[in-house]
């Protein structure tokens, strides 16, 4: 059978309790934003096509994402109205749709997987799942052991409150259910077109419902404000990390490691207590990372150690064998092979080759205040401490900076640079005070 499988992200909401500038779907959850996770799911269940409802301040999604369809709700009159636009817009026929919303992104995969398994049987297909505490979810109501409605919590009773049972937002409809969608009204406590009503207008049908649990609460958590984002981080971090120990990586303190979904590592890696890898790293074999150290957008090459307390900086790759010591800056920097910069240095916008070694307190001067520019160090020099090369410069190779020197020109191969004042002797003429 053809692939007739759809899936629409809901994402148009205002996200007015985020209390954030940011729209909500944007705001990041293991260094990406929460609808890139939800994309990506959406994705693994390889449907025919990928449609997101959004909002004027998603425009920019547009050209992230131009295979997927991108339609604008506005303005937004709840998350039944949403679908009713997808419906106008595309007429399902003999299609099956599911519904994910953009702001439920630690979703698992084997759930919706599950879920599209039972939608071949059924019209409704609701993932239900049971938090400790309802902090707002719908409630789904069962009759003798049968799904008949979703009530939204605002519109429960007393005693619908007391059901364990809750929507976690993913939803799945036949285009047989699908065509309820015009149905749906908004008389409500938020005077919103709800989709959850559509189980409601099923069972009036006699459609077949039917209700699967999410195997792990914590993945069906909705994102509403900053507080429900840093639960939802710390269930992130907590995956993250332990993918990355079962994939080998030792962590002394896991708890204090942060890790993005993007971060990628070799084998016999080592991670110290208190280290933030931002997104966009890629860690190699026989890596040390020491404690208090931040890395962000960084290619991280094998035998390679950092920190403690370093700074690796985007467009900084660490070269095979080559060392990051402590209280080091590096930004769109190569250092190459058995490259070494130990201690209190700022490296940016260079290119350090093989065997180099960079002394204490050495800083590129990148910027002049109004433009950047580089710096060369070619194989096999020395940088004495406390020197300070001005960019643009170019140190040749074997050469040597004397500490303490600043270096605004370009120094030949084979070459000892001093700009240093020259020691004076001056005999003090001091005399004993007498008590
Ligand atoms: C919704 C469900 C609730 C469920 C909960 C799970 C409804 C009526 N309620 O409530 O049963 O327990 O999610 O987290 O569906 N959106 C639009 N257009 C709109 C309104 C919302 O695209 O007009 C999007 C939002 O961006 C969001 C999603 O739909 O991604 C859910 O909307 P939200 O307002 O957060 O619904 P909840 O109150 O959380
Ligand atoms: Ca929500």
């Known amino acids: 059978m053809a692939n007739n499988l759809h899936i629409l992200i ?23 934003p929460m609808i890139d996770h939800v994309i990506k799911k959406a994705k693994m269940l390889k449907p025919f096509k990928i449609s997101i409802m959004i909002n004027k301040s998603l425009s920019g999604l547009k050209k992230i994402y131009p295979d997927l369809q991108m339609l604008l709700q506005e303005p937004q009159l709840g998350t039944g109205h949403a679908v009713q636009i997808f419906q106008k817009k595309n ?175 070799g084998k016999n890696v080592k991670i110290e ?39 690796i900086r985007p467009g900084t790759v660490l070269e095979n064998n080559s060392k990051i010591g402590n209280f080091v800056e590096t930004k769109n920097s190569t250092i190459n092979k058995n490259s070494k910069i130990n201690h209190l240095s700022y490296v940016g916008d260079a290119t350090i080759e093989e065997d180099v070694n960079i002394g204490a307190g050495t800083i590129t001067c990148n910027y002049d205040g109004v433009k950047k520019s580089k710096t060369l160090i070619k194989k096999g020099s020395f940088v004495g401490s406390n020197s300070s090369l001005v960019a643009p410069v170019t140190v040749g190779k074997n050469s040597i900076i004397g500490a303490g020197s600043v270096i605004t020109k370009d120094v030949p191969d084979n070459t000892l640079a001093l700009t240093r004042a020259k020691q004076k002797k001056v005999k003090l003429n001091k005399k004993k005070k007498k008590k």
């Open 273 to 311: 207590p208190y280290v933030v890898i931002a997104s966009k790293v890629k860690i190699g074999n026989d890596v040390v990372i020491r404690s208090f150290s931040h890395i962000e957008g960084a290619v991280i090459k094998n035998k390679v150690s950092i920190g403690p307390y370093a700074r």
């Open 91 to 265: 007429k399902l026929k003999n299609s099956k749709l599911i519904v994910l919303y953009g702001d439920n992104p630690l979703i698992d995969f084997y759930d919706l997987k599950n879920m599209n398994e039972q939608l071949a049987k059924n019209d409704v297909v609701i993932m239900g799942f049971k938090p400790k505490i309802n902090t707002g979810y719908g409630i789904v109501v069962e009759k003798k052991g049968k799904v008949s409605e979703i009530v939204e919590f605002k519109d429960a009773s007393a005693i619908q409150k007391k059901i364990k049972t809750c929507n976690s937002g993913i939803m799945a409809f036949s285009s047989k259910a699908l065509q309820l969608v015009t149905q749906i009204k908004n008389n409500n406590a938020k005077k919103e077109f709800y989709l959850t009503d559509i189980v409601k207008l099923s069972k009036k049908y006699n459609h077949k419902i039917k209700l699967i649990n999410a195997k792990d609460a914590k993945t069906a958590l909705g994102i509403n404000d900053m507080n429900e984002l840093g639960i939802a981080e710390t269930i992130m971090q907590n995956q993250l990390r332990k993918k990355a120990m079962k994939d080998g990586v030792q962590m002394i303190a896991p708890e204090t490691v942060f890790l993005s979904k993007d971060t990628t590592f």
């Open 10 to 32: 809901l994402a148009a909401g205002k996200g007015t309790r985020m209390k954030s500038e940011t729209p909500k779907v944007m705001h990041t959850l293991g260094g990406e």
